[in-house]
C-alpha cells in the first residue's frame, strides 16, 4: 500500500525557510512524478511544484520560482520541499502528490495522496 507522509510545516515569520518532507513507502517511485500543492484557507487547492523522481527535471509556478526547491533522496525514499523568503501568502496547508504517468501540474493526475502539514507565515 503506498503511502506519503509529510511533516515538517510550523509556523514561521516572514523571510523565514521551512523545509518539508515527504515520506513515500509501499512501493518503488523510480517511474513516478512528484509533486507538492497547497490549500490556503476558502482557496482551492493549487499546484507549486513537481519532479520526476528520477532526473532532474523540476517545474514550479511563477509565485515560488527561485524561493522553492523540490528535490528528493533515494536513499531515504523522501522528497524535500526547501522553502526559503517565505511570505504570509504561503499560508496554506501543503500536500505531498504521487503520479505513476505524468508530471502534471492537475491534481487529477495524481494517484496518491499525503494527510498534508500546516505551514503559516506571520508578517
Known amino acids: 500500500q503506498v503511502q506519503l507522509v509529510e511533516s515538517g510545516g510550523g509556523l514561521v515569520q516572514a523571510g523565514g525557510s521551512l523545509t518539508l518532507s515527504c515520506i513515500a513507502s509501499?512501493?518503488?517511485?523510480?517511474?513516478?512524478?512528484m509533486g507538492w500543492f497547497r490549500q490556503a484557507p476558502g482557496k482551492e487547492r493549487e499546484f507549486v511544484a513537481a519532479?520526476?523522481?528520477?532526473?532532474?527535471?523540476?517545474y514550479y509556478i511563477d509565485s515560488v520560482k527561485g524561493r522553492f526547491t523540490i528535490s528528493r533522496d533515494n536513499a531515504k525514499n523522501t522528497v524535500y520541499l526547501q522553502m526559503n523568503i517565505l511570505k504570509p501568502e504561503d499560508t496554506a496547508v501543503y500536500y505531498c502528490?504521487?503520479?505513476?504517468?505524468?508530471?502534471?501540474?492537475?491534481?487529477?493526475?495524481?494517484?496518491?495522496w499525503g494527510q498534508g502539514t500546516q505551514v503559516t507565515v506571520s508578517s
Open positions: 502528490a504521487a503520479s505513476r504517468w505524468t508530471m502534471s501540474v492537475s491534481e487529477r493526475d495524481y494517484d496518491y
Open positions: 519532479r520526476r523522481w528520477s532526473g532532474g527535471t523540476t
Open positions: 509501499g512501493r518503488t517511485f523510480s517511474s513516478f512524478s
